[in-house]
C-alpha cells in the first residue's frame, strides 16, 4: 500500500506543476484574472494532496485499512475536486457547459476533509491508548 500511495502522491504532484505551469503560461491569455485564480486553486489542493499521500504512505503507525481507506478518499476527492475547478475555470473555452457538475466540488471537498479527519481520529485514538 505505500508504494501506492506514495506513486500517487508522486504523480498528482508532477500533474499538479504540469497543471500550474499550463495556467500560468498557456491560459494566460486565454482566460480572466478571476479563472486563473480559480484554476490555481485546483492545482495548490492537488498538490497539498499529493503531499499528504506521500506522507501517508511514509507513516509506519497507521493501519493497512486507514491507509487503504485514505488513499480512496483523496483520490476520489482530488479528482472530484480539483477536476471539477479545472473544469470550470476553463468553462469558457469549451462549449459544454461544465457548470452542470459544479456539485461535484463540494462532494469532493468533503471526501478530502474525511481523509484528513480520519488521520486525525486515528491519532487521537492512538494518544488516549498510550
Request: glycine share 10%; hydrophobic share 50%; aromatic share 12%.
Amino acid at each position: 500500500m505505500d508504494k501506492k500511495l506514495i506513486s500517487a502522491g508522486a504523480l498528482f504532484g508532477m500533474v499538479a506543476i504540469i497543471l500550474g505551469a499550463f495556467g500560468a503560461h498557456a491560459l494566460k491569455s486565454l482566460l480572466a484574472t478571476e479563472q486563473l485564480v480559480t484554476f490555481e486553486t485546483g492545482v495548490r489542493y492537488q498538490m497539498y494532496h499529493a503531499l499528504f499521500l506521500i506522507f501517508i504512505g511514509m507513516l509506519t503507525s497507521l493501519s493497512e485499512k486507514t491507509k487503504k481507506t485514505i488513499y480512496s478518499l483523496v483520490l476520489s476527492g482530488v479528482c472530484l475536486f480539483s477536476g471539477s475547478i479545472y473544469l470550470l475555470a476553463t468553462n469558457s473555452l469549451t462549449s459544454f457547459d461544465f457548470k452542470v457538475i459544479g456539485f461535484v466540488t463540494p462532494i469532493g471537498g468533503l471526501l478530502l476533509i474525511l481523509a484528513w479527519g480520519l488521520l486525525f481520529l486515528n491519532f487521537v485514538k492512538k494518544k488516549e491508548q498510550n
